[in-house]
């Protein structure tokens, strides 16, 4: 029996095959939550336009699943996600590119725990440890200027709400800066930690008990998301003119309007560039394929069916925040940091205190859908990457419930690292985001040609589900399109993102070769290719020929000509 030939009763023996496509769409529903992670960052440097950068970023990911769920039929034995799926077409090209597409998409899904997590931490000490508010007229601070004459009134106002502030607001253990971005290891960082900590012990108990926590979390949290996005809207609370002009900003995080110049769209792509980290998400639909009971017809429904649900919600809710709150409204820094969408979602519904609590609660069980439905792609993707000799054997590793448990340990000390700068200020949490992103969009460049480079070498392999031609070319386009995202977006986040991305990237270069040439000699394990029905003989046929080369040189081309174009 081989390591990716799996049945239910091998306890302990790999992955077990117990669920549907509906379990994999459960485990999948925290997508639509991620939305809510930079919902504010993306109107903050694009302005009015935001909306319709949503729309579009996830009508972009509809058309790219069409490859992954064909590329995915292939493979009824694996898990771990399209990048493992598309990684086997690059193998005959590259022993190096192959590997790269697996650890992008791991280094794009695994900061989700920590993200998800300093976001979630932060609405639980607002609860628990509230910042108090005073206005000019508290008799607070009345008393304040009363006993320190000539204070002004908004001078007072600070040193009063600094004085009320609870001390664990201001608490860290310890802090400091690491190139160029802060770390500390404050209360949201602990919070966090435990947030992170019950996470694992749901998946502990592998994919079937994942799904089926999920599915009621799913459900209490995404009917509460399109009530927000529809209510407002039945309720005349939109105001067109929220949309208009139809204009990026001049600079971001101000207010006035820019123009469509190459500043204008730098701004732009930058918001196309980290809506992609969020939209394109529903993917990890197929991540479970070797946990499917019928694989040929579960992964073709879990994806397509993820990939409406998050149309709808990528469409409504954006819009509905942009309309109802305007370009000031999603401009403050509680919408920007995420502390505040909570409280502005309850106002959407025409609640407050008791509604602002329940909606506090429903966002911190989105944020925790996210983690879980991150742990459990990314975890898989380790596992299936050791499985099939790209990564360290020792992540081959599942427990007596068929949960790969080393491979999410693995993924819980890196978030640790992770959590402790995100949690520090916002420009670190999105640096994070933003050097995540440049992976994901790396793994998305792989994988869509590899559809293609399937297409040509691995015609005569019957496919449960096969994609119109043409979504496939479409597919290898939308491949450079998101290359431009990257190239000229990510500076809009940070400087250094760019580049750090690409360094986070050749990390994989270490790891293979230990892996590799140190553990298993030089050689990939036999199993490897038993789903294609081929030899490691057979990989030095390529028919693509030289096109595979050439479409990699054009993708770094076009980064970099994207990067020293666009500017802000």
Not at 44 to 66: D, R, Y
Not at 290 to 311: Q, W
């Amino acid at each position: 029996m081989t390591a990716t030939t799996i049945t239910a009763s091998e306890a302990g023996d790999g992955l077990h095959r117990t669920i549907d496509w509906r379990g994999a769409f459960w485990v999948a529903s925290g997508v639509p939550a991620l939305v809510l992670f930079s919902i504010g960052g993306i109107a903050g440097t694009t302005g009015t336009p935001a909306f319709l950068i949503w729309t579009c970023s996830i009508i972009l990911g509809l058309i790219q699943s069409f490859t992954y769920a064909e590329i995915a039929g292939l493979f009824p034995s694996k898990s771990g996600g399209a990048s493992v799926y598309g990684a086997t077409a690059w193998l005959r090209y590259s022993k190096f590119i192959a590997p790269l597409s697996v650890w992008c998409n791991w280094l794009a899904w695994t900061p989700v725990l920590s993200l998800g997590c300093s976001i979630a931490a932060a609405y639980i000490l607002n609860a628990l440890a509230p910042i108090p508010g005073f206005t000019e007229s508290s008799p607070e601070v009345l008393a304040y200027m009363a006993a320190n004459a000539g204070t002004s009134a908004a001078d007072a106002v600070t040193a009063v709400t600094a004085a009320a502030t609870p001390a664990i607001r201001n608490w860290t253990l310890f802090h400091g800066t690491l190139g160029p971005v802060s770390f500390s290891l404050n209360s949201v960082f602990f919070i966090g930690v435990i947030l992170m900590l019950v996470t694992f012990a749901i998946q502990h108990r592998g994919i079937l008990g994942t799904a089926s926590v999920q599915k009621f979390i799913g459900l209490v949290v995404i009917i509460p998301m399109l009530i927000v996005g529809i209510v407002p809207i039945l309720t005349g609370q939109i105001h067109w003119d929220n949309y208009s002009p139809l204009v990026p900003l001049a600079t971001a995080y101000e207010p006035a309007p820019g123009s469509w110049n190459v500043a204008g769209w730098t701004l732009v792509l930058g918001g196309m560039f980290i809506a992609a980290w969020s939209a394109y998400a529903f993917e990890t639909a197929i991540c479970y394929t070797s946990e499917f009971k019928n694989p040929g017809r579960d992964t073709v429904r879990a994806i397509f069916y993820s990939g409406l649900l998050c149309l709808a919600l990528y469409t409504i809710v954006p819009f509905t925040f942009q309309g109802v709150l305007g370009l000031n409204g999603m401009l403050a820094t509680p919408i920007v940091d995420g502390s505040g969408v909570a409280e502005a979602m309850a106002r959407m519904v025409g609640g407050a205190g008791f509604v602002t609590s329940i909606m506090v609660m429903l966002m911190i069980m989105a944020l925790m859908l996210s983690i879980m439905t991150a742990m459990a792609g990314s975890s898989r993707t380790l596992y299936q990457g050791s499985v099939d000799g790209w990564l360290p054997r020792y992540l081959s590793h599942v427990n007596e419930h068929g949960a790969p448990t080393r491979a999410m340990w693995t993924d819980l000390i890196f978030n640790v690292f992770l959590l402790a700068i995100a949690a520090a200020d916002a420009s670190s949490f999105f640096f994070v985001l933003s050097v995540s992103n440049c992976g994901y969009i790396i793994f998305n460049f792989l994988n869509l040609n590899s559809g293609w480079i399937h297409r040509i070498d691995n015609g005569h392999i019957h496919r449960p589900w096969k994609a119109p031609t043409i979504l496939i070319a479409a597919g290898g386009i939308l491949s450079y399109v998101n290359a431009t995202f990257m190239g000229a977006g990510a500076k809009v986040w940070n400087p250094w993102a760019l580049w750090a991305g690409f360094i986070a990237a050749a990390l994989i270069i270490p790891v293979f070769c230990f892996r590799h040439y140190v553990q298993d000699g030089g050689r990939f394990p036999a199993h490897m290719l038993d789903d294609l029905g081929i030899t490691q003989e057979d990989l030095k046929v390529r028919k693509a020929g030289i096109l595979p080369y050439l479409t990699l040189i054009a993708g770094v081309a076009v980064v970099l000509l994207a990067n020293w174009f666009f500017q802000i």
